[in-house]
């Protein structure tokens, strides 16, 4: 089926820019402190940032209702910060503290909250993708009209285990929307060199998904694609996949110098299609905001950000004890 267009609602509400530009600036802000103190060296192992694509995660969170769930892959910060959880809490997690959401031992990728239905943060490619399928499976099973958002990559998109997902997901119409958060690029190979497929959300054509190809630098566009994709799966239709065109601005983690592309073909993306700049600009020709409100927005989150980074260095590192929670065994068998 030919994709649909997603164009953007003319009448939307000033209060409605405004949260989307809100959450859009907490998520920006937030991933350049996050760039900070790894760069100070408080934060170690791998650290994916989300700069660019805040679009994406704020317009599907505008589409969802309480007790939808969400599960993705390690580029993970920006998921969390849009569903609700405290950007304390986060921000703990990523520098190893006790106060984090995994008590400071999951780190950047591996962060988990039941109170926000977030299920991950993942580092293994593409295996949130059946975990998102079970999700959705638990949900028909209870019949509470959830729906679960299975966020993936374009390099994720050529895993195994995704197509063995789309099966039983469909076969079993499982109320589950799969968004193929396209950047172009994976961790370094462009789109154009990964695959012969013109798309990637045409794929499930082959077990009977319907889809569409969605602008992700667009809040609006993607906002109203994921309510389409909702309606479709709390009908009891089964599963739709959105292929969120978007890109990022840093590389694939803060160790990827990112030479496989220009710095002028990310700046020209900077220039002409930022998502917070279109989301800005609207409210100004609108004159929904001044200048110095949103100067007083982003004053306001960076204040957010900053008690975030300042709980985060004063959070105690874990016990040693927490060692042997939250696993399989606690009791190292003794050699006879």
């Not at 949260?19 to 934060?43: S, T, V």
């Not at 958060?181 to 998904?209: C, D, H």
């Not at 983690?253 to 990310?266: G, N």
Request: hydrophobic content about 35%; aromatic content about 8%; glycine content about 12%.
């Amino acid at each position: 089926m030919p994709p649909k267009k997603a164009a953007a609602k003319p009448n939307v509400s000033a209060e409605e820019l405004l949260g989307h530009y809100r959450e859009m600036l907490l998520i920006r802000r937030f991933e350049e402190k996050a760039g900070q103190l790894y760069g100070m060296g408080l934060i170690g192992g791998f650290c994916h940032l989300y700069i660019g694509q805040e679009a994406v995660v704020v317009g599907l969170e505008a589409a969802a209702e309480e007790g939808d769930k969400r599960v993705t892959s390690y580029r993970d910060h920006g998921h969390m910060l849009a569903c609700g959880m405290d950007p304390k809490g986060i921000m703990a997690e990523l520098t190893g503290r006790e106060g984090g959401f995994s008590k400071g031992k999951g780190g950047s990728m591996h962060m988990f909250s039941k109170e926000k239905h977030f299920y991950g943060g993942h580092g293994i490619v593409a295996a949130q993708v059946p975990l998102g399928a079970g999700l959705a499976f638990a949900d028909k099973y209870k019949g509470n009209d959830r729906v679960t958002f299975t966020y993936f990559g374009d390099g994720a998109a050529n895993q195994g285990q995704v197509y063995e997902t789309y099966n039983m997901a469909e076969l079993w119409d499982l109320p589950v929307i799969f968004v193929i958060e396209n950047n172009q690029y994976a961790m370094g190979t462009s789109v154009a060199r990964s695959t012969k497929s013109p798309s990637l959300w045409e794929r499930g054509a082959a077990y009977g998904i319907p889809g569409e190809e969605v602008d992700g630098m667009n809040v609006l566009a993607v906002k109203e694609a994921g309510e389409r994709a909702v309606a479709h799966c709390r009908a009891g239709n089964g599963p739709y996949i959105l292929e969120v065109k978007t890109y990022r601005y840093r590389g694939h983690s803060m160790s990827d110098p990112a030479k496989y592309r220009t710095r002028e073909e990310v700046q020209k993306m900077r220039d002409e299609r930022d998502p917070i700049e279109q989301v800005r600009e609207m409210l100004l020709t609108g004159k929904h905001a001044s200048e110095e409100d949103l100067k007083a927005i982003d004053k306001e989150i960076k204040a957010v950000v900053n008690e975030a980074a300042e709980f985060s260095k004063e959070s105690p590192e874990p016990h040693l004890d927490e060692l042997w929670t939250d696993i399989y065994a606690t009791e190292i068998p003794q050699e006879a």
